[in-house]
C-alpha cells in the first residue's frame, strides 16, 4: 500500500470569494507547482495529529473546524500510497501564513485555481461539496467568523461559498430557525444606517449530530 500521508484543504473567505491555501512546491516531484499542505506522518503521529500540526503550520491556527474528508489512492505523481484528506475552515483575520520565499503559501480563489500537482483538485472539489452540504445542517462556518457579527455578514460567507446571491429575509429565517445564532443584545452601527444587531454563534465547536 505504501507509506500514507495527509493534506488539508484550509478554506477561508476573502474578497468576498471562498479561497484555498496552496503551497509552491519547491523540490519534485512537481517543483514550481501549487499544491495542498501535507506530508507525511512522522514516527508515532495519529493522521488527526498530522493534520492539525500542518493546519497550525501552514496557517497559524489551530483552534477551528478541522474534519476528515476522505482517502484517496493512486494521485498521479504522488509517492504516498495513500492520502487522508482533511479540510478546515479559518477566519482570514486570525491566520498569520509563513513569509518563506521556498515552499510559498498564499490564497487563491477556488473558482480561479492554477494548475496543480497531484490531482489536487479533486480533493478540493470534494472538499468544497462537503462545505456546502454541511452548510445546509450545521454550524460549520463558526470558524469562519469573528465572535460577534451582522447576519449580513454571515450571509455574505454563505454566498461566498456558494457562489450565488441569497434572498436577504429567507436566508435569517433559515439560520435563525436552525438555531445556531443568537442575538447579543449589542449592535454595531454601520454608516448612516441604523444599528445592526450583532449575533453569536450558540456553540463555536462542531456540531455533533
Known sequence: MGTAAVVVVIFTV???ELSVLLIERAAAP???QWALPGGVLRGEETLDGAASRKLADESGVSDV???QLFTFDHLAESTAGVVVAYFALVDVARTRLRPDLEWRPAWHPVRALPPLAFENERIIAYAEQRLRNKLEYTNVVYSLLPSRFTLTEMQRVYEAILGEAMDKRNFRRRVVGLGI???TGSTRKLGAHRPAMLYEFTRREPMVL
Open 14 to 16: 476573502t474578497h468576498g
Open 30 to 32: 512537481c517543483r514550481g
Open 65 to 67: 473546524f478541522l474534519e
Open 181 to 183: 445564532v443568537r442575538e
